[in-house]
């Protein structure tokens, strides 16, 4: 009797640990914002990092494209500016005009990763990735970060996220860096 009272235990508990793996933090999705071009999050908590087109005086910058902020989900869901840090080390953006409406986009924490900020066909501009080693809208970064430290992050995945421009399917693209 001992032995099934042992046995259930272990699996009771064997079960509440394998749901808690299953079950993935559920993160807000930014909405309402015609700005928008893509957003970025990352674990551990469900703080936001959105990608939009920057005007000054309302006229399109083009000596600094995009501009990056936090929507703090943890507290209030309030905008909050990155740190100096955060925009020059970890989470900013580099920009390089190529062309009229044509610009390289870089993080300053990865450079390898290219994005552009081209004009559609629509007059709107998008921010285009290759995903999967085609070109798509990006839409989303989800970071998974297991540990580290905060200058040297430990990086599980990188997940990206787009549409196919023609086909407007959903495409994603899970990488280990």
């Given at each position: ?13 064997c ?34 990092i ?60 990865y ?60 495409v ?6």
């Amino acid at each position: 009797m001992a032995i099934k009272k042992n046995l259930l235990i272990i699996f009771i508990f064997c079960c509440i640990r394998l749901t808690g793996f299953a079950q993935e933090k559920t993160f807000p999705i930014p909405k309402g914002n015609t700005k928008q071009l893509f957003y970025l999050q990352r674990t551990p908590n469900t703080n936001t990092i959105v990608y939009e087109l920057n005007f000054k005086d309302g006229i399109f910058d083009t000596e600094n494209p995009v501009q990056s902020f936090w929507l703090r989900y943890q507290e209030h869901g309030q905008r909050e500016e990155l740190s100096y840090i955060q925009r020059k080390f970890a989470y900013g953006l580099k920009s390089r005009k190529i062309s009229e409406n044509n610009y390289e986009l870089n993080f300053v924490s990865y450079k390898k990763y290219k994005m552009y900020l081209r004009m559609g066909n629509d007059n709107k501009f998008y921010v285009y990735a290759k995903i999967n080693q085609h070109p798509a809208i990006l839409t989303s970064i989800f970071i998974k970060i297991n540990g580290g430290s905060f200058w040297s992050p430990n990086i599980e995945y990188v997940e990206i996220s787009g549409v196919e421009p023609n086909s407007r399917s959903i495409v994603k693209e899970r990488v280990k860096i």
